[in-house]
């Protein structure tokens, strides 16, 4: 099957500072990679919809400007979290869907982040 | 109403037995639904998709789908001890500016039983 790899799976961070996630399709291009959020016990929030070399779509609520998504390949996207706080420590997941279609995208690891 | 709903159980099923997982969902024009299983700790992986009204088998595993009562359905048989984790339905709706998305239902915890 298609693998996705996130990395890191864990990291920690000082409050203030950036984290950047990355999300690479190994095996496929992806045209579409999607970028997730998940609290303890509760289910998979949609936080944006990434497009190579275009601009993510953003769910409501969510901070573009705290979120930067990157695109730039087929086969990579990035998430920076920018200036970090406790309140953004969760568990990020991406997925990617395969350039042509089909069934629905593959999930990365995911990355557990913690802010100090 | 939230767009998917699951029952977050607890479920327990004993060893060997069908463990039967339910999901509603609100948009009566949704084609494609899908179930994933997660583990602690760790992100979730497809089991099965179904976009057609009926049965769909795939060994151990029966996804089951009425959209008239807008149900979908995901039927274990034989459930072992390492089906324990959580299930997560998932519909294919479209955001804001009409691209495709996954919406989540918030999960079963299901706990098979030696």
């Known amino acids: 099957g298609a693998v996705v790899s996130q990395h890191p799976s864990r990291v920690i961070c000082k409050s203030g500072t950036s984290v950047k996630i990355e999300c690479r399709s190994l095996d496929f291009q992806a045209t579409t990679m999607f970028w997730y959020r998940q609290f303890p016990k509760k289910s998979l929030m949609l936080m944006a919809t990434s497009n190579e070399g275009s601009k993510a779509t953003y769910e409501q609520g969510v901070e573009k400007d705290k979120f930067l998504i990157n695109h730039a390949s087929l086969t990579l996207s990035t998430l920076t979290v920018t200036s970090a706080h406790p309140e953004d420590s969760s568990f990020y997941i991406c997925s990617a869907r395969a350039l042509q279609g089909g069934t629905e995208a593959f999930f990365g690891q995911g990355t557990r982040l913690t802010v100090v | 109403q939230k767009e998917v709903e699951q029952n977050s159980g607890p479920l327990s099923v004993p060893e060997g037995a069908i463990a039967s997982l339910n999901c509603t969902y609100s948009d009566r024009g949704s084609q494609s639904f899908f179930w994933y299983r997660q583990y602690s700790g760790k992100s979730p992986e497809l089991i099965m998709f179904i976009y057609s009204n009926g049965d769909k088998e795939d060994g151990r595993f029966t996804a089951q789908l009425n959209k008239a009562s807008q149900y979908v359905s995901l039927l274990i048989r034989d459930s072992q001890p390492s089906d324990s984790a959580t299930y997560l339905c998932?519909?294919?709706?479209?955001?804001?500016?009409?691209?495709?998305?996954?919406?989540f239902g918030q999960g079963t915890r299901l706990t098979i039983n030696p």
């Open positions: 998932a519909v294919r709706g479209f955001n804001g500016q009409g691209a495709q998305k996954l919406v």
